[in-house]
């Protein structure tokens, strides 16, 4: 695997994070796109600010092979990213809407 792949992959987990958040906890929901994209953005953001504890695309291929539990790391980091965008999002909009109602 190449880093790239690696990037690939951690946001292809994102987007499995929060579409299955949608799924789950419907009232977070925003359909299939907007999870997707919030799935994009929120894995994204965890892996570029949290990753940076050692656990980054270049960092689980440092040695040459898959470091795998940096990997599965990485692959959790990412999926929670995922989680926590949607929910995030789906809080901020909810108080977008509801200050709209007073104008």
Same mark, same amino acid.
């Given at each position: ?33 907007? $999870?997707?994209? +919030? ?34 790391? $990485? ?9 926590? +965008? ?6 901020? +909009? +909810?108080?977008? $809407? ?6």
């Amino acid at each position: 695997m190449t880093d790239t792949l690696i990037s690939l992959l951690s946001i292809l987990i994102g987007i499995i994070g929060a579409n299955s958040t949608g799924l789950f906890f419907k009232k977070y929901s925003f359909g299939l796109i907007g $999870n997707t994209i +919030a799935g994009v953005f929120g894995s994204v953001f965890f892996i570029k600010s949290i990753g940076r504890l050692g656990f980054s695309p270049q960092d689980i291929m440092q040695t040459g092979s898959v470091d795998t539990y940096l990997f599965a790391l $990485n692959s959790l980091v990412s999926f929670c990213g995922g989680l926590a +965008a949607v929910i995030v999002l789906s809080k901020l +909009a +909810a108080k977008f $809407n509801k200050s709209d109602k007073f104008n």
